[in-house]
């Protein structure tokens, strides 16, 4: 399991990159403003606005009080060091699509999409009340309950359920835009996914 350090390091490698880049080519592959007055990144992460203030390369969250845990530091840094511009496509993949998702999905399901089911399955309205909760919208047709979370201006997690009967068991899964690889990489979308989940969780208790 990764240690805090690890995650400072992570950060530190994410944050000398940064300094590195153009920050007006940073906000056009990423879609994310750049203020070129105050030289900070503008962005809404799941739900909540940040600010990533150069040249020190500080990430704050906008909400009074609320400090940004180093890892949420690092995911941010890297969604901005490692976006292509690539349009969404608008067509839905698994987790197990995503280049390397097969070797890590059995982490994926433990993080995200057991825990997702776990708290969620047998009660849908739940979900879309928390998901509510982070500026999540509902998505009609698919399962028995959807929902759709944009927690980077170009990643966006849907999640749906089914609800299960007598003979099938409550199931969960999540979705992605088929070019989400083009902003996080796999590693990086699962612990994305599971920050979005437990955060959920959070909203529904």
């Known amino acids: 399991m990764p240690r805090k350090d690890d995650f400072i ?3 530190k490698i994410a944050a000398a990159e940064l300094k ?25 992460f799941i739900g909540r606005p940040h600010v990533v203030r150069l040249p020190e390369v500080m990430v704050q969250n906008l909400e009074p009080d609320l400090e940004v845990p180093i890892q949420e530091q690092g995911l941010i840094l890297h969604y901005l060091n490692m976006a292509d511009g690539e349009p969404l496509t608008r067509e839905y993949i698994t987790y197990r699509e995503i280049p390397s998702g097969e070797f890590y999905y059995p982490a994926f399901v433990k993080r995200a999409e057991a825990p997702l089911t776990s708290v969620f399955g047998s009660d849908t309205q739940k979900l879309i009340s928390a998901a509510r909760s982070l500026g999540g919208e509902i998505v009609s047709d698919m399962g028995d309950a959807a929902v759709s979370i944009q927690a980077f201006p170009r990643v966006v997690l849907t999640l749906v359920l089914w609800e299960g009967d007598d003979e099938f068991e409550p199931a969960g899964k999540i ?4 070019s989400v690889s083009h902003y996080l990489s796999v590693e990086d979308v699962a612990v ?12 529904a208790s």
Do not use: H, I, T, W
């Open 9 to 11: 390091n992570a950060f």
């Open 20 to 44: 590195d880049r153009d920050p007006a080519e940073v906000s056009r592959l990423s879609a994310v403003k750049y203020d070129d007055d105050n030289k900070e990144f503008l962005l809404d």
């Open 175 to 178: 979705l992605f835009d088929r």
């Open 192 to 203: 994305l996914s599971g920050m979005v989940v437990y955060r959920l969780m959070r909203f």
